[in-house]
C-alpha cells in the first residue's frame, strides 16, 4: 500500500503520452501511474543503483517492464531531448528541484514544454521564487497533510513571460511564496489552519523573544511577517485568526 503523499501526486498527474519520474525511489508512482492509464510509456529514474533496483523489482513483479523504462543517473538528464511529455519531481528539497531544472530543463526540452508536477519535501518557497523569477508558470497546486507534516504540490509549465500574479502580490511575496498564491485563492479549510497555526506560533516566539535581550531588528522582522500574514488571512477568509 502507498503513502497518501505519493496517492495524491497520483491522482494530480494528467494523462500523457510520456511521463519521467525523476527519483523514483521505491517505483510506486510509475507502476501506479501505469495501473490508472495516465501515460503509455513512463521513464522511472534514481541516482541511486539501489533504489532503482527496488523500483525494477516491482516493475517486473507487475510485468510492465514493456511501458516502464529504468534508468540510473542525475536529475532530467537521463532524458533525451523533448522525450517526455511530463516529468515529476518528487520526495526532493524545493532548492534541489530547482538546481535541476536550472542545471538541463534548457538542455532536454527544446519544442516540448512538459508540464511539471513537482513535490518538495521542504523549500516549497525557494521552489516557488525559481520558477515564477524563471518563466515558469504555475498551472495548479494543492496542500496537504500526511502523519502531521504538510506537504505541497506544484504543477507548472514553461511560460514565454513571468507570470502576472506574480507582480500583482508585491506587498506580501514572501508569504504568497510560502503558502502558494493559488492554494491561498481556494480557499481550502487545511490551509487556513496552516497558516492560523504560524500566527499563532509568531505570536508566541515574538512574546518569548521581547523577554530576552534578543535583537531588535529580527523582532520587528518577526512582527511585520505576523501583520503580513494576518493581513493576507483577512484579505483571503473575510476574517483575523482568532488567538
Known amino acids: 500500500m502507498i503513502s497518501e503523499r505519493l496517492q495524491y501526486i497520483i491522482d494530480v498527474v494528467p494523462i500523457l503520452d510520456t511521463i519521467a519520474d525523476i527519483g523514483t525511489d521505491h517505483g510506486y508512482i510509475p507502476v501506479n501511474l501505469i495501473k490508472k492509464s495516465r ?37 532530467i538528464d537521463i532524458l533525451d531531448i523533448d522525450e517526455a511529455d511530463g516529468v515529476i519531481i518528487a520526495g526532493m528539497g524545493g532548492i534541489l528541484i530547482s538546481k535541476i531544472l536550472e542545471t538541463s530543463y534548457s538542455n532536454k526540452f527544446i519544442n516540448k514544454k512538459p508540464v511539471l508536477i513537482l513535490q518538495p519535501v521542504q523549500q516549497a518557497k525557494e ?103 494576518e493581513d493576507i488571512y483577512y484579505e483571503t477568509w473575510g476574517t483575523y485568526p482568532k488567538a
Open 127 to 229: 521552489l516557488r521564487y525559481y520558477l515564477y523569477e524563471n518563466n515558469f508558470k504555475i498551472t495548479d497546486e494543492y496542500v496537504m497533510q500526511e502523519n502531521n507534516k504538510i506537504y505541497h504540490i506544484i504543477i507548472a509549465e514553461k511560460h514565454h513571460k513571468i507570470d502576472d500574479r506574480y507582480d500583482k502580490i508585491a506587498k506580501h511575496k514572501d508569504i504568497y511564496m510560502e503558502f502558494g498564491i493559488i492554494n491561498i485563492e481556494k480557499k481550502s479549510e487545511l490551509l487556513s489552519k496552516i497558516i492560523r497555526n504560524n500566527i499563532e506560533k509568531i505570536k508566541i516566539l515574538i512574546n518569548e523573544l521581547s523577554k530576552k535581550s534578543v535583537d531588535q531588528q529580527h523582532i520587528d522582522f518577526l512582527k511585520d511577517r505576523l501583520k503580513n500574514m
Open 39 to 75: 501515460a503509455k510509456k513512463i521513464i522511472a529514474s534514481d541516482i541511486s543503483k539501489q533504489s532503482l533496483q527496488k523500483a525494477k523489482d516491482i516493475i517486473i513483479k507487475n510485468h510492465f517492464e514493456n511501458v516502464i523504462d529504468t534508468r540510473l543517473g542525475n536529475g
